[in-house]
């Protein structure tokens, strides 16, 4: 209080000797400044304690993402240590599967191919097979026939006994003989 009694009294004093000059300004001035101390002695308490909890709030928040952060570095030291093969070990078996697979790539063609010519094959062999059976059906049909055209000639040349058939019937027999 007593330092606000001499601030009054000086400046008094300085008003009365027309050192400051009182207009709208400087009372507009003196009531800012009058206001900011009341202000600052009267609630700087309860603006420290809120500061304070805050402060509070924002250390705690961020020690527990310090210790979350720390504990999983110490985890992933813990599994790298355990398994430090385990990491390069995937990482060859991860160039190893793009090998392989782009090897595959590089077969399906020929692998389409083989199936093909498989298939071709196959359809090429039934048909070889089918072309036999059909020759051998062809003749023992012939051979029927002839079979039973000979019969004929047999018997009309013997048993009814027809000249032409005789005559024929004997230069079959030399035609046969001289085949054999």
Do not use: H
Request: glycine share 2%; aromatic share 12%.
């Amino acid at each position: 209080m007593l330092n606000f009694s001499i601030v009054v009294i000086l400046s008094l004093i300085l008003i009365s000797k027309n050192l400051i000059l009182l207009n709208e300004e400087t009372l507009i001035l003196l009531c800012f400044v009058t206001f900011c101390w009341l202000g600052f002695n009267k609630l700087k308490d309860s603006l420290y304690a809120d500061f304070e909890t805050q402060r509070k709030e924002i250390e705690t928040k961020f020690l527990e993402s310090f210790e979350a952060i720390v504990s999983s570095l110490i985890t992933n030291l813990k599994w790298q240590k355990l398994f430090p093969m385990l990491i390069t070990n995937f990482g060859i078996l991860e160039k190893q599967f793009t090998t392989l697979s782009s090897k595959m790539l590089e077969q399906v063609p020929a692998i389409q191919n083989q199936e093909l010519q498989k298939t071709y094959s196959k359809k090429l062999s039934f048909t070889k097979r089918l072309e036999d059976q059909t020759g051998k059906v062809i003749s023992l049909v012939l051979v029927k026939k002839i079979e039973k055209i000979t019969f004929l000639k047999y018997f009309y040349s013997t048993k009814i006994k027809i000249a032409t058939f005789q005559c024929s019937y004997k230069i079959a027999l030399r035609e046969y003989i001289e085949t054999i």
